[in-house]
């Protein structure tokens, strides 16, 4: 049956993680973004999280990536700047 109980913190720290990894290694902060939502609605099905729960995350997705579309353009044509860590 699915669970019928709201994202684990678990599951968000994961998210958090996938966010963290893909920013640290490329860099691109609106692709970890992007990375990190699908990542979560995708564990949310893997998980079988209660159906609204599920929709509601790729919901959040779908809006995520549609409010990362220029970025994502700018990164496909390899215009989008990468963040710097100052020391």
Do not use: D, Q
Not at 27 to 52: D, F, N, Q
């Amino acid at each position: 049956p699915p669970r019928s109980t709201l994202f684990p913190y678990t599951t968000l720290f994961r998210s958090l993680m996938v966010l963290a990894a893909v920013a640290v290694t490329t860099r691109y902060v609106s692709l970890a973004s992007v990375v990190a939502t699908l990542a979560l609605g995708a564990a949310c099905t893997v998980i079988r999280y209660a159906t609204p729960i599920c929709v509601a995350a790729l919901f959040v997705a779908v809006v995520i990536v549609l409010r990362h579309r220029e970025n994502l353009l700018r990164l496909w044509e390899g215009a989008e700047p990468k963040f710097l860590i100052r020391r």
